[in-house]
């Protein structure tokens, strides 16, 4: 398989690794939602590169074996593409790749103020 190929089918990958997910029904003041207040970039084992630009907004609207989900969009390698992708939150400065998955979960530290929990009513 080539190179470009492994990649695009490890990338499709990840993004179903979370198992079965449930919709949660919206609070009454609303969804917890992570914010991200300035673009970053963080990788997971090693194979891809995950683009959160600043601004984006991935809403706890969903529920896993792992817990809450938080899902948005987010931009993967090198491609300019969005897509659908679901993070976790394991503290304050800390976000979940992979949450749940068996050997896609990694846990990233980001710097201080780079997102922020938020309430977000649809």
């Known amino acids: 398989m080539p190179y470009s190929k492994f990649i695009a089918v490890a990338a499709l990958l990840s993004l179903s690794a979370c198992g079965e997910i449930h919709p949660v029904r919206q609070p009454q003041g609303g969804y917890d939602a992570i914010k991200f207040r300035s673009a970053i970039s963080v990788r997971d084992h090693a194979l891809n590169l995950y683009h959160f630009a600043a601004g984006s907004t991935f809403i706890g609207d969903r529920q896993t074996d792992y817990g809450t989900v938080y899902c948005g969009q987010a931009s993967i390698n090198e491609g300019a593409q969005l897509f659908a992708l679901c993070i976790g939150l394991a503290g304050e400065n800390t976000i ?21 929990v938020v309430k977000v009513r649809l």
């Open 96 to 116: 979940v790749i992979g949450p749940g998955a068996a050997f896609k979960q990694v846990e990233r530290d980001l710097p201080p103020g780079t997102i922020e």
